[in-house]
């Protein structure tokens, strides 16, 4: 049995609970310390650990945690970054010529498996007390593709780029104008070629620090492609993107394949992780203490087995419940209640843009949701329903007094509280209903945040926390702008789950601006198109079906998508793939039924 116990140091606060977990752990009262204080710290000695639990249970701040792993990965460790620290098991293999996706959860170790690939971090095989030596690594992978990518890695024969996640510390470390800065690092004669691709004319001569999140990422990812290298390594480049950029910046990115390189992406948007990968590793575990890399997968088997939660070949089961989508008929007026707002045909200009919006109706009981490019005036819509923006043309017609509920874009930890202090603050008495306990806290993984406080909470947190902070108030009008950024795949399915519950338990309507197709797919009853130029001018359609919705607005991406047969999801078929001219000669660029594969 493997043991794996961390302690998580910012949570820890042994002052404030007089070292509870010290004081109630069976060992130290026999006298054999598996707690103990190291400086003014306790650490938790694995060795001597029973797994009682009890230490777990008796910390206030929720912040110890302990597991038992199978035997088998005790001399599979690949990291660990110290003691009590999360721990990565086994790490993905690269290939040259193939794109391998890395599919898991935040927090479980794709990241730092990628560091290590670039060799940022130095793998230490779980010997964080003492570091082993090259020759030392190189042995542990005898016999396999990593001894040869870490003999080359440790005798610096392997040029490795790497794009990193957070793209928006870059302007902090670089400084210049975009063109200047890309013509630089252009070492493979390509950049026009890319950025072209990429639409980057627009920002060519802007400096980098007045770039928004998506003009970084695709300034990022290009000067990724134009290095000359032999392993290229893409953290999350989907990340502010809309639809189109996410599709440019994957056909970008397989180019590279192309050519025999060796290429790894980690990405949360499953519709692009499978449109850019050939095979998949699936990470699992539990975010924050461990992490265990699966063997190599073809990227429909691999993606199926994210989302069953169950690995054949390793008989591993990391997920109680599958994850499944469900092939929706289009919402008829007969199946939800009765119109809830309206809108005429509006207007709305400001310097250099125009917006046009055809009338429409939402009616209870309904998610419509919103497709389009960055810069097309989703945003604009949302706020004019929202009342935060005025039409200069009509206006929308609330048909009854209604209360709205508000996420914006763009969120901000400008509460001083804690979690559960601003939940209270909104939900009021209900928020110690068996309801909301089980419709918003639990899906959205809440529990252990409450007694954080907000401005501590990271990117991902802290967009849970605002949805449910929004989905707390007590309104008949859900308006959402972005939810899914910064959260995983799962908590993307679930964060659409629990829109879909509040608003069939409470009958009331949402509308969701959403890039990630997928997760528009399992939550939307009808769609709204955005099309038109960014930052021109933009034309919304009214509420149409879901699949005229999709199969408008995939014939202006010129894509198609067909269903997986076994999971139901949305696939992207590959260019120009028999499927692909198929779907495209019959007019049909996105099923609702099943169709053939």
Known sequence: MVRVAVLDADKCKPKHCDSICIRFCPKVRSKVEAIRFEGEKPVIVEALCSGCGICIKKCPFNAISIVNLPDELSEEASHRFGANAFKLFRLPIPSPGVVLGLLGQNGIGKTTAIKILSGEIMLNLGRYDDPPA?????????????????QKLSEKRLKIVHKPQYVDKIPKVISGKVGKVLEKVDERGKLTAVADQLQLSTVWNRSLDVLSGGELQ????????CREADVYLF???????DVKQRLEVARAIRGLKREGKTVIVAEHDLAIIDYLSDQICVFYGTPGVYGVVSHVHGVRVGINIYLQGFIPDENMRFRKDPIEFHVKPPSTSQSIGKTLVKWEAMKKSYKGFQLEVQAGEAKEGEVIGILGPNGIGKTTFVKLLAGLEKADEGMPVMLYALQVGYKPQYISADYQGTVEELLRSVAKE??????????????????????????ELSGGELQRVTIAACLSQHAQLYLLDEPSAYLDVEERLAMARTIRRVVEDRNVTAFVVEHDVVAQDFIADRLMVFKGEPSVNGQASQPVSLRQGMNAFLKDMNITFRRDPTTKRPRVNKENSKMDKYQKEMGEYYYIATSRH
């Open 218 to 225: 695709r300034v990022a990812v290009a000067a990724t492609i």
């Open 134 to 150: 090259w020759s030392t690594i190189i042995q542990h992978f005898r016999g396999s593709t990593l001894q040869e990518y870490f």
């Open 430 to 455: 209900e928020f110690s209903s068996g309801w909301y306990q089980s419709e918003i806290l639990t899906p959205l993984n809440l529990k252990t945040l409450l007694d954080r406080n907000v401005p």
């Open 235 to 241: 953290d999350e480049p989907s990340s502010y993107l």
